[in-house]
């Protein structure tokens, strides 16, 4: 049962562009969302997190919004650089209780010069 | 402050062999997240140590356990290796179930079976 899901497997945007990343979660229990990106022969790096009772979280380039009706959070990269090209990995959490990351099947973005 | 480390980095190994994975922490992190990634499957958490104890774990067989040591170091370790246990096996540090819950990664081991 996959509670966290990246539909898109890959995505290509030209660089300058907006690029958008979506993920969706049927565990309404999840209040914590975060996005990691990981680069070929390296573990996944941390980028951006989002609390249950925001709707929005900005650091500088990266932008992820939250609509807890739908389920569904987005990362947005703007504008996206070749650097950016790597595969993108949503998770939650529930914060109360000792709980685990689960972690969606991932998003390739391919920034084209 | 010095990142997550995993060894080994690759290992090639037998089916029916076994394996052990060590993965060091950041300095003052307690809990230890282990995942196994394959294509098309994302991150499967396999499980999390904090504080020498097993707290949480997720659904593979009992040929897949870990442990953790005083210093917040883990191992992991397949008995009876089958070839679908050829992945990309990574450990994550984390402060341990409070804000920030950000988990941080080493490189990985990748784990092919022969």
């Known amino acids: 049962d996959q509670q966290v899901k990246q539909n898109s497997p890959s995505l290509s945007v030209q660089e300058g562009r907006i690029s958008i990343l979506n993920c969706d979660y049927t565990n309404s229990m999840f209040d914590y969302f975060l996005w990691y990106k990981k680069y070929p022969a390296e573990g996944p790096t941390f980028l951006i997190s989002?609390?249950?009772?925001?709707d929005k979280n900005e650091d500088g380039r990266f932008t992820v919004f939250l609509n807890k009706s739908a389920k569904h959070l987005s990362l947005h990269i703007v504008p996206s650089q070749p650097g950016d090209s790597a595969v993108y990995f949503c998770a939650a959490i529930k914060s109360f209780g000792n709980e685990k990351l689960t972690f969606g099947t991932g998003t390739r973005l391919t920034i084209i010069p | 402050k010095a990142g997550v480390t995993q060894t080994p980095r690759y290992l090639i190994k037998t089916r029916g062999q076994q394996v052990t994975l060590s993965c060091s922490p950041i300095?003052?992190?307690?809990?230890v997240s282990w995942y196994q990634q394959t294509p098309g499957q994302g991150l499967q958490f396999l499980f999390e140590?904090?504080?020498?104890?097993?707290?949480n774990k997720g659904n593979f067989p009992g040929r897949f356990s870990g442990r953790q040591f005083s210093n917040s170091r883990s191992e992991m370790n397949v008995s009876t290796l089958e070839l679908g246990d050829s992945a990309l096996y990574l450990c994550?540090?984390?402060?341990?179930?409070?804000?920030?819950?950000?988990?941080?990664f080493g490189p990985g081991t990748r784990l092919t079976v022969t």
């Open positions: 994550a540090s984390s402060l341990g179930g409070r804000v920030p819950y950000e988990q941080y």
């Open positions: 989002i609390s249950s009772i925001k």
């Open positions: 300095s003052g992190h307690r809990s």
């Open positions: 140590y904090f504080s020498e104890t097993q707290r």
